[in-house]
């Protein structure tokens, strides 16, 4: 059991990223781009919540060694699970097959942050809201075409 906790806590994230220059190669290049700015946004809004509520790591509160990981950084939100949801929302908006399937992973990757003992249930639900959230935005807003028009 910790040795699959320890995969989707630390690695399966890995297999998200990796499937974005497989469907750049099938052109699905409006799918990797909507994922990889959501992916970066729902970081970009992870890391400054990090930082502004600064909520201690249940293994560092509750005085125990970690399974997976030793972070100094604040708790809340798990950007692990916000860069996974960003990446799988997205996928799923636009129809792929995989979207739902991708979904059940990127849970299972929050999940297994709490199991790791790296996260409270709380860091999760903010990681999945922020990365769902900032994934339907990115798509609503075509953000790859406004940045074309914005010559970035």
């Keep these: 059991m910790n040795n699959l906790v320890i995969f989707f806590a630390d690695y399966a994230i890995f297999f998200l990223f990796a499937l974005l220059p497989a469907l750049w190669v099938k052109n699905k290049r409006e799918w990797v781009l909507h994922a990889a700015i959501s992916a970066f946004a729902a970081w970009l809004i992870g890391k400054f919540l990090k930082d502004f509520f600064a909520v201690q790591r249940p293994y560092v509160a509750n005085d125990f060694t970690p399974l997976v ?61 922020i990365g769902s959230v900032v994934a339907w935005i990115t798509h609503r807003l075509h953000v790859h075409k406004l940045l074309d028009r914005l010559s970035l």
């Design 69 to 129: 990981g030793n972070f100094s950084d604040g708790s809340f939100p798990s950007n692990h699970t916000a860069a996974a949801l960003a990446i799988s929302v997205s996928l799923y908006l636009h129809k792929y097959k995989w979207g739902v399937p991708l979904i059940i992973i990127s849970l299972a990757i929050g999940v297994s942050r709490i199991l790791g003992g790296v996260h409270y249930p709380l860091d999760i639900l903010g990681g999945a809201a």
